[in-house]
């Protein structure tokens, strides 16, 4: 039985890496749109990216909607210095072929939502939340029918945004906290799990060697200068974590905890408080990730990605 999801994206590289994990997923996932957020560049450049990276996957037959042009009460803040101008340095990737689908991403995910069978659907935000916080506020009934949110987002330490925040929360602390009050499970992706995921030189190598256009874009994302004073050498596969615990969660753990997004003014806006010892004793509304088996997580991501164009 193929899984049916959602990816709410704002590509960015890992995120681009994430859905063509996903496009490769086809046996498992059943992807049932890619919507837009205005994140790592504003959503018109998102959209954008969300339909080169379709292009290049082969996967033109699911729908990109584009979504929120910012952050539900914040300006927006995005983060060219860190993906480039166009949010895909590196990637090589033309123009789209083809464009987007009518219809905002909210109401895309809302209609997606109340079509779905009770098993319900997955709902995987790799941006800012602002969509998601945007259809659980307009349409509250659509909640019984999310079966899960798998998120990339928050952090347990140090922020890479500030030093209280990472960056999709960062954006929009608000809409993020929303989400984490959605009372629907919740499994959570922060910095904590994702710096763990940064690819070998073996890996990327080996990614550029597929022979594919997929391994070539992935390689020249991968190999592209990283800015200084975001604390790592090479290139934190944050996004794709979301997508490899789908296919794979034995690679992943983690545990039930109380999680709090600060939205107050100053320093601390956009933390997100994870309870890991619980301490404070209240319930928990998110399983929290904190350890993955990296070298395994890329070794079954380059197999998959051998199968893309
Ligand atoms: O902090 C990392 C997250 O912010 C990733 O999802 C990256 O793509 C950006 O959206
Ligand atoms: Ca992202």
Same mark, same amino acid.
């Given at each position: 039985m193929r899984e049916p999801i959602i990816i709410d994206t704002d590509p960015g590289q890992d995120d681009a890496v994430a859905l063509l994990l996903a496009f490769a997923a086809g046996d498992r996932l059943a992807l049932r749109a890619i919507t837009t957020v205005a994140g790592n560049v504003p959503v018109a450049q998102t959209t954008i990216n969300a339909l080169r990276i379709r292009d290049l996957g082969g996967a033109d037959i699911v729908p990109v909607h584009a979504g929120a042009e910012g952050p539900l009460v914040f300006p927006l803040e995005t983060a060219e210095f860190v993906c480039g101008p166009d949010g895909l340095?590196?990637?090589?990737l033309p123009p789209p072929k083809s464009t987007r689908a009518p219809g905002h991403a909210v109401e895309a995910i809302i209609a997606i939502c109340r079509a779905a069978s009770d098993d319900g659907i997955t709902l995987c935000p790799l941006g800012p939340l602002t969509n998601l916080a945007l259809a659980f506020r307009l349409a509250p009934d659509i909640l019984p029918k999310v079966k899960r949110i798998v998120l990339m987002g928050g952090a347990?330490?140090? $922020?890479?945004? =500030?030093?209280?925040?990472e960056f999709n929360v960062h954006v929009d602390p608000h809409a993020a906290a929303i989400v984490f009050d959605c009372g629907r499970p919740i499994v959570m992706f922060g910095l904590g799990v994702t710096l763990q995921a940064i690819a070998s030189h073996e890996h990327v190598e080996r990614i550029g060697a597929l022979g594919n256009a997929t391994g070539r874009a992935i390689h020249g994302m991968l190999t592209r200068p990283r800015p200084g004073g975001?604390?790592?050498?090479g290139h934190p596969m944050h996004d794709p974590c979301v997508i490899a615990y789908l296919l794979w969660p034995e690679l992943f753990a983690g545990r039930d905890c109380f999680v709090e997004v600060e939205t107050g003014?100053?320093?601390?806006? $956009?933390?997100? =408080?994870?309870?890991w010892n619980g301490r404070l004793r209240q319930p928990a509304n998110a399983h929290v990730i904190g350890s993955v088996e990296a070298h395994e997580l890329f070794e079954r991501m380059i197999e998959r990605l051998a199968t893309l164009p």
């Open positions: 340095a590196g990637a090589g347990i330490g140090l $922020g890479n945004m =500030t030093p209280a925040a975001l604390g790592t050498a003014a100053g320093p601390l806006c $956009g933390r997100t =408080t994870i309870d």
